[in-house]
């Protein structure tokens, strides 16, 4: 790979259509504080696609995970906040 930058833009845009959903599926249920049940479905759904294992329910929090793929380094850390 002699272009990093560039190969991860094209696998971003290669599931811009999956993401795109993702987020209007998220938009059309609106859930509020930690009542987010559907609205956590599409990143489950996406990150178990992408072959990442998902730990639910965390700090007591139901809809509250972490994904995590792979190991060593980078690290990489998204906050997703996805409620009305």
């Known amino acids: 790979m002699t272009n990093p930058k560039k ?4 696998l971003i845009e ?4 999956k993401f795109t959903a993702a987020a ?6 609106p859930e509020t504080r ?7 479905e599409p990143f489950y759904e996406i990150l178990a696609e992408e072959g ?3 730990e639910k ?4 929090m139901d809809y509250a995970f972490v994904a995590t793929y792979g ?9 997703a906040e996805y409620d009305a």
């Open 14 to 17: 290669a599931k811009r259509d």
């Open 52 to 54: 990442f294992d998902i």
């Open 71 to 79: 190991s060593g380094k980078p690290v990489i850390g998204i906050l």
């Open 34 to 40: 930690f009542a987010t049940k559907k609205s956590v």
């Open 7 to 10: 190969h991860i833009s094209e």
């Open 57 to 60: 329910g965390l700090a007591d």
């Open 24 to 29: 209007d599926r998220i938009w059309a249920t």
